[in-house]
Nanobody
Framework: QVQLVESGGGLVQAGGSLSVSCAAS????????MGWFRQAPGKEREFVAR????????YYADSVKGRFTISRNNAKNTVYLQMTSLKPEDTAVYYC????????????????WGQGTQVTVSS
């Protein structure tokens, strides 16, 4: 029904910047919550940021607040995560997700997921 495809991951030095993208297709997202999550080796998947497709209201995890920015381009059906001042602790697979019902930080409340894109921050 809904496809989410992440891109833009890669290797960056600590203190650097990187932007990842999530292209959505299959249906409209006018009432959806779009989220970014990440998962590092040996750790649980954790919330990073989310945005309402309508209105653009955002919310961030404390660990990334002030460093990461989530945004969306309605015309391109794309959600972005701009990451600055990157730290080695940010190394993880970053996943895009979409949910239709809740303003939530929990992965279980999201209905659709992308395949993930690897972000590696070297020290």
């Amino acid at each position: 029904q809904v496809q989410l495809v992440e891109s833009g991951g890669g290797l960056v030095q600590a203190g650097g910047s990187l932007s990842v993208s999530c292209a959505a297709s299959g249906r409209t997202f006018s009432t959806y919550v779009m989220g970014w999550f990440r998962q590092a080796p040996g750790k649980e998947r954790e919330f990073v940021a989310r945005i309402k497709w309508n209105g653009g209201t955002t919310y961030y995890a404390d660990s990334v607040k002030g460093r990461f920015t989530i945004s969306r381009n309605n015309a391109k059906n794309t959600v972005y995560l701009q990451m600055t001042s990157l730290k080695p602790e940010d190394t993880a697979v970053y996943y895009c997700a979409a949910g239709s019902r809740y303003w939530s930080s929990s992965p279980v409340e999201y209905d659709y997921w992308g395949q993930g894109t690897q972000v590696t921050v070297s020290s």
